[in-house]
């Protein structure tokens, strides 16, 4: 079994960034938002699939390192 992936502790203006995501128009923005505050939150990734509504595996992806690196302004 993989070990859980977890997103680093958020900076103020990161989380204040993707909760501003949380409430917008772009549905990918949204759901990225939403993973990456769960994640960050301890929520596990099977918990955090069946609320966005995605596959485990498109959870891992939008929470990689990379990935949180580029998130929108």
Known sequence: ??????????????EYRLRYH??????FALRRAQIVLG???GQSGQSLSRQ??????????LIQPSTIRDLPV
């Open 52 to 61: 966005v509504g995605c596959s485990a595996q498109n959870m891992r992806l």
């Open 39 to 41: 994640s960050a939150q």
């Open 1 to 14: 079994m993989p070990m859980p992936l977890r997103v680093r502790t958020l900076s103020y203006e990161e």
């Open 22 to 27: 949380v409430r917008g128009q772009d549905i």
